[in-house]
């Protein structure tokens, strides 16, 4: 058509293939589209299925890295996604745009955040306990080991998180984690650095008192250390 689209798939021209929703008829759920499985996905794509698109490895052919996906950049990456590729989804300030708040990103709600993480918002990753689906306990998350930890953090599971000195990679000075800084402290909690977990009065915000930290109790004292809290710090012995 005018717009440089096949006509039938085209929204602007009225297309034959496009529903009352404007989706392609095919694809969409809510007309039952042919190309709709019983799980509500795209049938090429539906793991259960066994969809044309999955490979052996049990992710789409065209983005696995072992299959040699045509999405698969030279660097091992979504080529949409890869910086030094300028890929299609990096925007100019070579963030992904669609979640750039500058952008004005559609992954990003009015509260500045991402949409599927925002509570306000309902997000769809968050669970019915106000936290990320696929690290709640309760919920089963995804990213739940077997030892009730994050996957990713867990030592007995190997997490890719730790590292040779079984620590959390990023905060392991050997290893010159990210999340180490100059002065070898951990940067968020670094007063030198101005480290976000540090409050005005130069504390850490979680345990200052006069910031309403979350780590105080309504006692005054760090909740973990309050008898009268039961803190975790506490033994049965009350000390």
């Known amino acids: 058509c005018e717009h440089g689209r096949e006509r039938s798939q085209c929204k602007e021209c009225g297309g034959a293939s496009i529903c009352a929703h404007q989706r392609q008829r095919a694809k969409c759920k809510e007309c ?19 969809g044309a698109s999955i490979c052996t490895h049990g992710r789409r052919r065209s983005q696995c890295k072992d299959c040699g996906g045509a999405s698969i950049c ?67 998350g995804s990213s739940i080991c077997i030892h009730a930890r994050r996957r990713s953090q867990c030592k007995e599971c190997g997490g890719a998180s730790i590292c040779t000195h079984q620590r959390q990679r990023d905060k392991c000075k050997e290893c010159g984690g990210a999340s180490i800084c100059a002065h070898g402290r951990i940067r968020s909690q670094c007063k030198e650095c101005g480290g976000a977990s540090i409050c005005a009065h130069g504390r850490e915000r979680a345990k200052c008192k006069e910031c309403g930290g979350a780590s105080i109790c309504t006692h005054g004292r760090q909740r973990s250390r309050c008898k009268e809290c039961g803190g975790a710090s506490i033994c049965t012995h009350a000390r």
């Open 74 to 140: 030279i660097h091992g990456r979504r080529r949409s996604q890869c910086k030094e590729c300028g890929g299609a989804s990096i925007c100019t300030h070579e963030r992904q745009r669609a979640k750039c708040k500058e952008c004005g990103g559609a992954s990003i709600c009015i509260h500045q955040r991402k949409r599927s993480r925002c509570k306000e918002c309902g997000g769809a990753s968050i669970c019915a306990h106000g936290r990320r689906r696929s690290t709640c306990k309760e919920c089963g």
């Open 32 to 50: 039952g589209g042919a190309s709709i499985c019983t799980h509500g996905r795209e049938r090429s794509f539906c793991k259960e299925c066994g």
